[in-house]
Structure formats: structure tokens, C-alpha cells
């Protein structure tokens, strides 16, 4: 099955790393601003924090995709087959194609989400444990590296089928795991296609995972 168009784009890896690196100052921005918050007013809440993290987590998994999907460099098995499929029974391209079935109600129908779930990334930076926690990280000798390094791993998404993917993992809560995020893929028994242009760190873990599908 062709799947190397589902992962097309034409950023380079220069400009990636640009990209990824502001996100992740303006992600310690945030945190001290929220600190400084915290520091006048214990009582403050942390929605707004969560708003945030959530906004700079989706621009982080965002920065090689051509489209909503097309370039993401990870897709599950039963998504990149209904894809390539359906793109190969009619005329549109495989762009137009999977843009129609991201759309609401498809019979096949497709989403990105996070590998380690938004809502665990945001209970870490909230939570007492000063080893992934927003005051750990801000009183870490480089807080931007170590930023940037947390959303390296955390920060990823992988397009999946809605209705038997999606859903699933959903429904059964099925938690990510910081040591290997795509451990809960495994968990939840998803396999995802081989892209040869996965960096080094993901690809040893999806292979650890035991859930890259080779074709």
C-alpha cells in the first residue's frame, strides 16, 4: 500500500526546529507568567493555563502538516488504509480525499489526536510532582531545552479512525504513559504505519511498543 503521500510536506527540518523551539519559549512564558499569577492570588484557578498549554500543544503537533492531515508522520494502520483506499477507487487527490473524511458522520471517518493525552500533559504541569510540574520545569537550569524536550516526546499526534480508534481510547480512558507515549497505542492495540522519516527518538519507541506495521 503507497502511504508516502499521507506524509508528504515541504518544510525543512530547519524550519521545523524554528518552530518548535518558539513554541516551546513561549510555553515557559506562559508558565512563569502563571506563576507570577499564583504567587498574587493562590486561589487562581488554573483554566487559563490549561487554555493555553492546550493551544501551544496543537501548534506543536501541527508544524510538519501540509493540511489538517496530509504531512502528519503518523497515521494509524486503519487510517492510512481507508485513505489510500478510497483515494485510489476515485479521482480526487489524496489531500482532497482525506480532508472529506475528516469531515462529521463519514462512514470512514478520520481525526488527529495526541499520542499522551492534552488533559495528562496539563494534570502534569499542574500536578505536586516537581519532577513534571510547571515549577520543576521553571526551576530547571534551562527551562526552554527543557521544554523543548518535553514536548519532543509529548507532543505529537497521529491520525486514527474516529469511530474505531478514537473512541475507543476515549472511552476506556486509556492513559498515555511519559516514558513511552505510545505504549496507550499498544494498550489500546493500535498499530501505525512505518514512515522512514521519523526521528530517532519516536521511532525506537513506536518499535518498543511492538506496534509499527512495516509494508
Same mark, same amino acid.
Given at each position: ?15 521545523? /526546529? ?14 512563569? =507568567? ?26 506543536? !503537533? ?13 497515521? !494509524? ?13 476515485? *479521482? ?9 473524511? !475528516?469531515? %462529521? ?17 496539563? @494534570? ?8 513534571? /510540574?510547571? %515549577?520543576?520545569? #521553571?526551576?530547571? @537550569? /534551562?527551562?526552554?531545552? %527543557?521544554?523543548? !524536550? ?6 505529537? *499526534?497521529? =491520525? ?8 475507543? #481510547? /476515549? %472511552? @476506556?480512558?486509556?492513559?498515555? =504513559? ?29 518499535? @518498543?511498543? *511492538? ?5
Amino acid at each position: 500500500m503507497p502511504y508516502q503521500g499521507l506524509f508528504y510536506h515541504e518544510y525543512s527540518p530547519e524550519y521545523i /526546529n524554528m518552530r518548535r523551539l518558539r513554541i516551546a519559549q513561549a510555553m515557559v512564558n506562559g508558565l512563569r =507568567v502563571y506563576q507570577d499569577f499564583i504567587c498574587i492570588e493562590e486561589a487562581y484557578g488554573n483554566k487559563w493555563l490549561r487554555c493555553f498549554v492546550r493551544e501551544l500543544i496543537w501548534k506543536h !503537533s501541527e508544524t510538519t502538516r501540509a493540511t489538517k492531515y496530509v504531512g502528519c508522520p503518523y497515521w !494509524s494502520l486503519g487510517a492510512a488504509n481507508a485513505v489510500v483506499t478510497t483515494h485510489q477507487q476515485g *479521482g480526487e487527490t489524496l489531500r482532497g480525499v482525506a480532508e472529506a473524511m !475528516s469531515c %462529521r458522520g463519514h462512514l470512514l471517518e478520520i481525526t488527529h489526536e495526541h499520542v499522551y493525552p492534552i488533559r495528562q500533559f496539563c @494534570d502534569d504541569l499542574t500536578s505536586a510532582d516537581p519532577v513534571v /510540574n510547571y %515549577r520543576g520545569i #521553571l526551576a530547571s @537550569d /534551562n527551562p526552554v531545552a %527543557r521544554m523543548a !524536550s518535553d514536548l519532543a516526546l509529548l507532543a505529537v *499526534g497521529c =491520525v486514527v479512525l474516529e469511530h474505531k480508534e478514537h473512541q475507543i #481510547l /476515549n %472511552r @476506556d480512558r486509556v492513559a498515555g =504513559v511519559r516514558e513511552n507515549p505510545w505504549q496507550r497505542y499498544a494498550n489500546a492495540d493500535i498499530q501505525i504505519v512505518h514512515n522512514p522519516l521519523w526521528d530517532e527518538l519516536h521511532h525506537a519507541h513506536i518499535h @518498543d511498543a *511492538g506496534i509499527c506495521q512495516c509494508q
